[in-house]
């Protein structure tokens, strides 16, 4: 888990140099309230940047809607730099809470518009796995596939 696409891109870099050259999909912790994300990075010991830090706890923390608005615009952006440094997926984790993934993945153009907008079909994620994973590049060499033979896309995990 990390808040810092730096972080993503130097890592991957690493384990290219070293020889590793399976796809590295980056995990992504959803922010739904400030008391959650600080509770996941003292759990996870995992580096904040100063600037992210400076506006989270600037967020009105009894305002669960704008913490949420907030949580979307930081994913997004995050998720943008991921694409554009190579990442062939992202991995949303939203501890059975959804709307935040939601919101960034339609936010990307990947998903539903609204997160009161029913799930999409399978075919519809296909589809939107494929079009995330282009990133401009030739789509035929850019389809993975996780271990059942299935596309590797945009996941949202609990």
Same mark, same amino acid.
């Given at each position: 888990?990390?808040?810092? &696409?730096?972080?993503?891109?130097?890592?991957? #870099?690493?384990?290219?140099?070293?020889? +590793?050259?399976?796809?590295? +999909?980056?995990?992504?912790?959803?922010? /739904?309230?400030?008391?959650?994300?600080?509770?996941?990075?003292?759990?996870?010991?995992?580096?904040? *940047?100063?600037?992210?830090?400076? #506006?989270?706890?600037?967020? *009105?923390?009894?305002?669960?809607?704008?913490?949420?608005?907030?949580?979307?615009?930081?994913?997004?952006?995050?998720?943008? #730099?991921?694409?554009?440094?190579?990442? &062939?997926?992202?991995?949303?984790?939203?501890? /059975?809470?959804?709307?935040?993934?939601?919101?960034?993945?339609?936010?990307?153009?990947?998903? *539903?518009?609204? =997160?009161?907008?029913? *799930?999409?079909?399978?075919?519809? =994620?296909?589809?939107? &796995?494929?079009?995330?994973?282009? /990133?401009?590049?030739?789509?035929?060499?850019?389809? #993975?596939?996780?271990?059942?033979?299935?596309?590797?896309?945009?996941?949202?995990? &609990?």
């Amino acid at each position: 888990m990390f808040f810092d &696409s730096e972080v993503y891109v130097a890592f991957v #870099e690493a384990c290219r140099a070293a020889g +590793i050259h399976i796809p590295i +999909i980056p995990g992504l912790m959803c922010i /739904n309230t400030v008391a959650g994300f600080k509770r996941m990075v003292g759990f996870c010991h995992t580096r904040v *940047p100063d600037q992210l830090w400076k #506006e989270m706890m600037a967020l *009105p923390k009894d305002d669960e809607e704008a913490v949420r608005r907030y949580g979307i615009a930081f994913g997004e952006r995050l998720s943008q #730099e991921l694409l554009l440094a190579g990442s &062939s997926g992202l991995h949303y984790y939203c501890l /059975n809470l959804s709307r935040v993934a939601l919101g960034i993945v339609a936010r990307l153009g990947l998903g *539903p518009q609204s =997160v009161d907008t029913p *799930p999409q079909t399978v075919e519809k =994620v296909d589809e939107m &796995s494929v079009k995330m994973m282009g /990133n401009g590049a030739d789509k035929d060499k850019q389809k #993975e596939k996780n271990m059942d033979g299935e596309l590797v896309g945009a996941v949202a995990s &609990s």
